[in-house]
């Protein structure tokens, strides 16, 4: 259990700079296009903005929920059979 909760601690400690370079990526991107208005929008330019505004944080959420699932699912089924084991034992 122990080496769950390391793991996952070394997990979110990534996880946390990953999401602050992107929070700081996303304010030069707005101070950017703040200070240059004048400069054309291409299609493509426009589509790189949307995606990386609304996928990023659905893709970040996506992986890492499925990376938490992976690393705590044996734990879930130890726990599991000690409910079932502590149950069983408190009906008897």
Do not use: G
């Not at 949307?50 to 944080?57: C, G, I, Q, T």
């Not at 890492?64 to 690393?71: E, G, L, P």
């Amino acid at each position: 259990m122990a080496n769950v909760e390391l793991q996952l601690d070394t997990f979110f400690d990534a996880l946390f700079k990953l999401i602050v370079a992107l929070f700081i990526l996303s304010l030069i991107m707005f101070a950017y296009a703040l200070t240059h208005q004048s400069i054309v929008l291409y299609n493509w330019a426009l589509w790189l903005i949307l995606a990386y505004l609304l996928l990023a944080p659905l893709l970040i959420f996506y992986f890492s929920s499925r990376y938490i699932r992976k690393k705590c699912e044996p734990l879930t089924t130890d726990l599991n059979d000690l409910a079932a084991r502590v149950q069983s034992a408190a009906f008897k």
